[in-house]
């Protein structure tokens, strides 16, 4: 089974590096490639969601393909609007 590491300080300063050399649209357009609409199941509603990353200016954030972001059944959904959809990872 997959097991998440988190990212050492280091490990950042390394990648930044590297990026500074690769160069920023070349690592977008690998990005984009990859990971744009990638789908997954929201573990919070079970609706299909994909990730987006060109609508939140490359913060990727998930949605369904209507384009709701939020979620009504995230426990941070309240009267000032809903949560963010999660999505199935390999540990759930």
């Not at 300080?9 to 930044?16: A, G, L, M």
């Not at 209507?66 to 959809?85: K, Q, R, V």
Request: with cysteine; aromatic share 10%.
């Amino acid at each position: 089974m997959y097991k998440h590491n988190p990212v050492t300080e280091e490990e950042k300063r390394q990648w930044v590096k590297w990026l500074e050399g690769y160069g920023i649209e070349k690592f977008l357009d690998a990005f984009l490639r990859n990971a744009q609409y990638a789908q997954s199941e929201c573990v919070q509603c079970g609706e299909k969601i994909y990730l987006d990353v060109i609508e939140g200016c490359g913060v990727p954030d998930w949605g369904t393909a209507s384009g709701d972001y939020g979620c009504i059944d995230s426990p941070d959904t309240d009267l000032d609007g809903a949560g963010s959809h999660v999505p199935r990872t390999l540990e759930s």
